[in-house]
């Protein structure tokens, strides 16, 4: 019974060592991703088509105002409340377009690295189960705080791979 007992507290420690453990870097993969590159693109596109519209919206707004102040003094009552209120609107109209255009374009880069993400953790997942890792960790993330790279696998490399990056 004690020869058992020894045999498998000192089979225990050498469990510890047989498994595998692997990391990788998704700085170092994302932006090689073609994906990316795509995803960038379309987001300065969208951002330029943003900041056109808000370039004519202020133009409208600032023209509408050098008009205003000009004509102020020989306008009736009624019709400068009627043109101070129009005036008001188009600039509220300009803040709500520009908080609006903010939102969508925070929202379409965070669907698109979602996308992105998923695909890459898809990959990683795919390589944990091919090669019988217990752990793959991302050491881009700076929240660990140590990875032996003697006692790690890094497979950045095969990701990249699986990704089609070269």
Do not use: W
Not at 65 to 86: C, G, S
């Amino acid at each position: 019974m004690k020869k058992i007992l020894i045999a498998i507290l000192m089979m225990a420690p050498m469990s510890i060592f047989a498994q595998k453990f692997a990391h990788f870097n998704t700085a170092d993969i994302i932006p090689n991703m073609k994906e990316y590159t795509t995803a960038m693109e379309e987001m300065q596109s969208m951002q330029k088509q943003y900041e056109d519209d808000m370039k004519l919206m202020q133009d409208e707004l600032q023209k509408k105002t050098e008009e205003y102040q000009k004509e102020q003094a020989n306008l009736l009552e009624n019709v400068r409340q009627r043109r101070e209120q129009e005036l008001n609107d188009l600039y509220t109209r300009l803040q709500q377009s520009y908080q609006d255009n903010q939102a969508a374009l925070q929202k379409a880069q965070s669907e698109k690295m979602s996308a992105i993400s998923e695909k890459v953790l898809g990959v990683v997942k795919k390589i944990g189960e091919e090669g019988g890792y217990v752990y793959i960790v991302d050491t881009s993330s700076g929240v660990i705080p140590f990875v032996s790279s003697t006692l790690s696998t890094d497979v950045t490399e095969q990701v990249k791979k699986e990704l089609g990056i070269q």
